[in-house]
């Protein structure tokens, strides 16, 4: 099996943090990119941003820059995305996907299942 598994979804108010995260399953994240995407309700799935396998990051969506930050953590063969500051616009299903060393969107066809995120009060 060489897709991802997410996790970490829930509901979180806004202006709230929550972590959510991808977890390498036959394969680690040394030699990979990691993409996240989101799919809002009734809206298409939208990529947000994107590690490289050397670690460096690329922000897809003006939206999360500056609030959202992703993190790899090797031992655990995890890629972590950390949301700050929340918006009811953030609500819809994550993705993570693997890609191959870079962060071209047209790499990424391995995809979780996705983890649902709500943002209200």
């Known amino acids: 099996q060489l897709q991802p598994v997410e996790s970490g979804g829930g509901l979180v108010q806004p202006g709230g943090s929550l972590n959510v995260s991808c977890t390498a399953s036959?394969?680690?994240?040394?030699?990979?990119?990691t993409g996240w995407f989101r799919q809002a309700p009734g809206k298409e799935r939208e990529a947000l941003l994107c590690?490289?396998?050397?670690?460096?990051?690329?922000y897809y969506a003006d939206s999360v820059k500056g609030r959202f930050i992703v993190s790899r953590d090797n031992a655990k063969r995890t890629v972590v995305l950390q949301m700050n500051d929340l918006k009811p616009e953030d609500t819809g299903v994550y993705y993570c996907?693997?890609?191959?060393?870079?962060?071209?969107?047209?790499?990424?066809?391995?995809w979780g299942q996705g983890t649902h995120v709500t943002v209200s009060s």
């Open positions: 036959g394969f680690t994240w040394d030699y990979y990119s």
């Open positions: 996907s693997r890609g191959h060393r870079s962060c071209d969107l047209e790499d990424f066809r391995h």
């Open positions: 590690l490289s396998s050397s670690g460096y990051s690329t």
